[in-house]
C-alpha cells in the first residue's frame, strides 16, 4: 500500500513543530512499531495491510495531539477523507482512529483504553520515544519550550490523577521523569515493547543518577 499522501500530510502538519513531536517522531514511530511488530509475529509480511495501519497510525498520531494541534476534530475530518484516498477500508479507518484519539499517556491516566493490536504497537512504540537518550533529549526539548524548570528540590513530584492535572500542575523536567517515565516500563503492550523498554528505562535511570550527583556537587 502507497503511504506517500500518509507521510506528506504528516509532514505539513507538522512541519512547525519544535517540542520533540515533529515528523522524524512519527516517522521513527512507525518504523520502531512496525520492527516490534515483525519481531513479536515472525511470519507476518512486512506489505501486509497490518504493517500499513501501524504505519499509518505511526506517522498520523502526533497530528491531532492537543500538546501541538490546536484544532483536532478539523484535522481528524481530514484524515479519515486522506485514508479513503489511500484504499484503507472502513473498519480499518475506524481502528486507526480510534488508536490515534487514545493511546496518549494523557488519555489514559483515569481509563486505560484497549487499543487493537496495531494501536498498541503504536502506544509502545510512542511510549519508547520518551525513555532513552532519545526521550531525556525531547523531555528537556519540550520543558524548556514550555518553560519548566529543569530541576527544583522544593517542587516535589506529583501524583497523577487526572488529565487536566497533569497538563496544569506545576512541574519541572526532573520531576517528568518520575511522574511519568519510569512508569511507562509498566504500561507496555506487546512482548518487544516491554523488552525495549527496560533496556531504555535502565539508561534513564543512570542519567537521574547522574545529574543528582553533580546537581549536589
Not at 498498541?120 to 523531555?139: C, K, M, N, P, T
Request: glycine share 6%; aromatic share 12%.
Amino acid at each position: 500500500m502507497d503511504l506517500s499522501k500518509v507521510i506528506s500530510f504528516t509532514k505539513e502538519q507538522l512541519k512547525y513543530e519544535r517540542t520533540g513531536h515533529d515528523f522524524y517522531h512519527g516517522q521513527r514511530v512507525a518504523n520502531l512499531a512496525t520492527k516490534m511488530y515483525l519481531a513479536d509475529y515472525p511470519n507476518a509480511y512486512e506489505d501486509s495491510r497490518v504493517v500499513a495501519i501501524i504505519k499509518t497510525g505511526g506517522y498520523l498520531h502526533d497530528t491531532i495531539d492537543e500538546k501541538v494541534c490546536p484544532n483536532p476534530e478539523e484535522v481528524i475530518k481530514k484524515i479519515r477523507k486522506l485514508l479513503a484516498e489511500v484504499d484503507f477500508t472502513s473498519l480499518e479507518i475506524k481502528d486507526i482512529l480510534f488508536s490515534i484519539q487514545h493511546l496518549s499517556f494523557s488519555k489514559n491516566i483515569e481509563h486505560r483504553y484497549h487499543l487493537p493490536l496495531s494501536g498498541q504497537y503504536v502506544q509502545d512504540a510512542d511510549r519508547l520515544e520518551s525513555l532513552g537518550a532519545i526521550g531525556i533529549a525531547r523531555a528537556f526539548t519540550y520543558g524548556g519550550k514550555h518553560g519548566n524548570l529543569i530541576y527544583d528540590p522544593k517542587i516535589k513530584p506529583a501524583k497523577l490523577i487526572s488529565h487536566d492535572q497533569y497538563r496544569e500542575h506545576e512541574e519541572t523536567t526532573i520531576n517528568h521523569f518520575y511522574e511519568k517515565l519510569f512508569k511507562l516500563e509498566d504500561l507496555m503492550n506487546t512482548a518487544s515493547g516491554k523488552k525495549e523498554a527496560a533496556r531504555r528505562t535502565n539508561y534513564m535511570r543512570d542519567f537521574i543518577a547522574e545529574f543528582m550527583q553533580e546537581w549536589d556537587g
